[in-house]
């Protein structure tokens, strides 16, 4: 049975955005589905994510799929660089790695401003995807262009759909659940 793991980003939580609809959606078509509730989203802490994502480890198998939704993203690369085998697929969703700027880089910063271990992260997934909107007000776009080049991926740009989040419309995500049912 295919996994998915959908991971929310900094001040969200499994109820936020289309989190719910494309639980809905894969659990419609024989997914298991985790949406992990991440502690405090207002101020994220690295170690306390990753501790919190250790309860969910024993259902990680190489048939696994993360999708990860701003801050989601770089927690995805910090869970990928701890695993012991391959995963199926990442999506990366208004994805990112390292600054944002003065607004959000206290908040983010143990999660995303790190060294990466990219070969590691390359070898534990199979495949990736990066959706990106070309007017993001919070990521922009060379952030998915950055990620583009360090991932073996690719990169799908839908315009006009600001953070991909329910604030610019996004309840549903017909996009990335067909991508996923590709994958």
Same mark, same amino acid.
């Given at each position: 049975?295919? +996994?998915?793991?959908?991971?929310?980003?900094?001040?969200?939580?499994?109820?936020?955005?289309?989190?719910?609809?494309?639980?809905?959606? $894969?659990?419609?078509?024989?997914?298991?589905?985790f949406? &992990?509730?991440?502690?405090? +989203?207002?101020?994220?802490?690295?170690?306390?994510? *990753?501790?919190?994502?250790?309860?969910?480890?024993?259902?990680? +198998?190489?048939?696994? @799929?993360?999708?990860?939704?701003? $801050?989601?993203?770089?927690?995805?690369?910090?869970?990928?660089? +701890? *695993?012991?085998?391959?995963?199926?697929?990442?999506f *990366?969703?208004?994805?990112?790695?390292g600054? !944002?700027?003065?607004?959000?880089?206290?908040?983010?910063?143990? @999660?995303?401003?790190?060294?990466?271990?990219?070969?590691?992260?390359?070898?534990?997934?199979?495949?990736?995807?990066?959706?990106?909107?070309?007017?993001? &007000?919070?990521?922009?776009?060379?952030?998915?262009?950055?990620?583009?080049?360090? !991932?073996?991926?690719? *990169?799908?740009?839908?315009?006009?759909?600001?953070?991909?989040?329910?604030?610019?419309?996004?309840?549903?995500?017909?996009?990335l659940?067909?991508? @996923?049912?590709?994958?």
């Amino acid at each position: 049975m295919k +996994t998915v793991f959908i991971f929310h980003g900094y001040g969200a939580e499994p109820g936020s955005n289309w989190f719910p609809w494309l639980k809905e959606e $894969l659990e419609a078509k024989g997914y298991k589905v985790f949406v &992990p509730a991440f502690p405090d +989203t207002d101020h994220p802490d690295r170690e306390k994510w *990753l501790n919190h994502f250790g309860q969910y480890r024993k259902h990680v +198998t190489e048939d696994t @799929i993360f999708v990860g939704h701003s $801050l989601g993203a770089p927690l995805i690369l910090n869970i990928l660089e +701890t *695993l012991d085998k391959p995963i199926k697929a990442t999506f *990366l969703v208004s994805g990112f790695v390292g600054e !944002l700027g003065p607004d959000f880089d206290p908040f983010i910063g143990s @999660i995303s401003m790190r060294s990466f271990n990219w070969d590691k992260i390359r070898k534990n997934c199979g495949k990736f995807v990066i959706f990106a909107s070309d007017n993001d &007000p919070y990521v922009p776009m060379e952030k998915a262009d950055e990620l583009h080049k360090r !991932l073996p991926s690719e *990169l799908i740009i839908i315009k006009g759909a600001e953070h991909l989040n329910a604030g610019s419309g996004y309840l549903t995500f017909n996009e990335l659940r067909d991508a @996923i049912f590709s994958s």
